[in-house]
């Protein structure tokens, strides 16, 4: 079993492109989670979700997706009890969806290893989805545009259409107008996610929107050039922290110890449970993953430069 950006060791394998693949054979699809460079809510809409301006960066931290053709049938199976193998889990609900464009008889078996941990604002089930709808394309041959795979992808959930892409994007809109840009982040990045739940619909519910003054935007913000970058780092902000940090205590701790621990910039991810924190030099960053590790909290770390291929598939 390969590191997912354990503390001890980091993963360094030759990523397969699709060129290697056989539609008869199964592969494995390594779908990674993302962390918010910055979160901020800045209305609501009139149907229903918020316009949001947030940078989406990718972190060492994957969960496996086997999947192997199985004519005919869709079929879902994971080693989470606590996850749904129906059409309420995001990755059957993809299989779903492209199962009605793809040629007759096709089906899949899919099998869901999960590392990223649920309800923790790391994008673990979108991730997954767009894996899934990014390998079926592959083992069911399909051809179709890129438009076409990203209306699907947002009909998943509003941060899919991110993972269907490599690298980091500033994204717009309910986070689906995405723009890659060329972010080189020469941090060390810890991640550390208190053991709750957070309901990412719950805290757009909870959330209090309030107006605030023109501020720079996120992409500005982390691609200023390196001398200037810890400084700039520190105007990073997510609009949920007062919600979540105020109402779950143990989040508010991992963010206090991580600030503590000489980090440019510590800050929740998503609607939480995830704190990130960013460290210049990999002896500081191993020594705050230890010492707040020590918890029993989940925890991960990613190497400066890290941006694995998307889609990272596997053959058999
Ligand atoms: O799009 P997704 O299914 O991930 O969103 C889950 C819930 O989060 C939505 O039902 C909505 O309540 C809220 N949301 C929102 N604005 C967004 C994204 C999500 O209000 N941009």
């Known amino acids: 079993m ?11 394998e030759l990523p397969y492109t699709t060129r290697h693949i056989s539609p008869w054979y199964g592969m494995t699809v390594r779908s990674y989670a993302k962390i918010n460079l910055g979160l901020r809510i800045l209305r609501k809409r009139s149907d229903g979700y918020h ?50 464009k793809a040629p007759a008889g096709a089906g899949v078996s899919i099998s869901l290893r999960k590392h990223i941990p649920v309800g923790a604002g790391l994008g673990g089930g979108s991730s997954d989805a767009a894996s899934v709808l990014l390998g079926l394309k592959h083992l069911w041959s399909m051809r179709m545009s890129d438009d076409e795979l990203r209306s699907m992808a947002l009909r998943l959930g509003s941060d899919v259409p991110y993972f269907l892409g490599h690298g980091s994007a500033y994204a717009t809109g309910r986070g689906e107008r995405l723009e890659l840009i060329p972010l080189v982040l020469p941090y060390w990045i810890v991640v550390v996610v208190p053991p709750v739940h957070i309901s990412t619909a719950w805290a757009y519910q909870h959330l209090r929107l309030s107006d605030r003054p023109p501020q720079r935007s996120l992409k500005d913000i982390v691609l200023r050039p390196l001398p200037e970058l810890q400084d700039s780092l520190a105007q990073l902000s997510n609009d949920f922290e007062p919600l979540v940090l105020e109402s779950h205590a143990d989040i508010r701790e991992a963010k206090n110890r991580l600030s503590g621990s000489g980090a440019a910039c510590a800050l929740m991810s998503g609607t939480g449970s995830a704190v990130f924190a960013l460290f210049a030099d990999e002896d500081s960053a191993r020594r705050a993953a230890k010492a707040v590790g020590a918890e029993g909290q989940a925890l991960s770390l990613t190497e400066p430069g890290f941006s694995p291929p998307v889609p990272h598939i596997i053959p058999d």
């Open 2 to 12: 390969p590191s997912q950006g354990s503390i001890l060791a980091s993963p360094n």
């Open 51 to 100: 316009d949001l301006e947030t940078v989406f960066h990718r972190i060492n931290l994957w969960d496996d997706i086997v999947l192997r053709p199985t004519p005919g049938t869709l079929r879902l199976e994971t080693d989470r009890a606590d996850l749904p193998a129906d059409s309420s889990n995001l990755c059957l609900r993809a299989a779903e969806l492209l199962k009605a």
